[in-house]
């Protein structure tokens, strides 16, 4: 069974940084593509940050040169460190990864970036 939890989200000021954590189990992470998405309040999902199982990396444009997505493979987790952080950044943060033709999603860590 595919289970991922989303960790490190909170209320941040404009300008802070926050580091997000997703611990995944049930899947042999090493050769997964993962992912983290962000869902913001009256907007549609969207991808942030993208690794591959080589730790080829790709970002959503807004958030080119704040944010940067890593790996752990010996401790089964992904990473995104958030720079820079924007009132436009908050949002619920999800990290997912597909395997066997499905998508496998966390609950997700809210983040808030606000004065």
């Known amino acids: 069974q595919v289970h991922l939890m989303e960790s490190g989200g909170g209320l941040v000021q404009p300008g802070g940084s926050l580091k997000l954590s997703c611990a995944a189990s049930?899947?042999?992470?090493?050769?997964?593509?993962m992912d983290w998405n962000r869902q913001a309040p009256g907007k549609q999902r969207e991808l942030v940050a993208r690794?591959?199982?080589?730790?080829?990396?790709t970002y959503e444009d807004s958030v080119k040169g704040r944010f940067t997505i890593s790996r752990d493979n010996d401790r089964n987790r992904v990473y995104l460190q958030m720079n820079s952080l924007n009132p436009e950044d908050t949002a619920v943060y999800y990290c997912c990864v597909s395997r066997g033709g499905s998508t496998y999603w966390g609950r997700g860590t809210q983040v808030t970036v606000s004065s």
């Open positions: 690794i591959s199982s080589t730790g080829t990396t």
């Open positions: 049930g899947i042999t992470f090493k050769i997964h593509t």
